[in-house]
């Protein structure tokens, strides 16, 4: 992928709990590892959502009579 240059306006405080929490030194780093982890949030639910659509139909007792 290709790189953009860009301004953007950050809480200080937000910052610096980000750089104390990660021991990441440049806010380029902090910002593409903020992006990466929020893709992968936004990915995970979406999958969650996909996959909790199926209907299974569990019958608890019939399982734990199969496993005595």
């Given at each position: ?5 860009t ?37 995970i ?15 608890l ?8």
């Amino acid at each position: 992928g290709g790189y953009m240059k860009t301004t953007i306006v950050l809480e200080d405080v937000k910052l610096k709990k980000a750089f104390a929490l990660t021991k990441i030194k440049t806010k380029t780093e902090l910002i593409d590892v903020a992006l990466d982890n929020l893709i992968k949030r936004y990915q995970i639910q979406n999958i969650k959502k996909y996959f909790g659509k199926s209907d299974l139909k569990i019958d608890l007792d019939s399982m734990r009579k199969r496993e005595q």
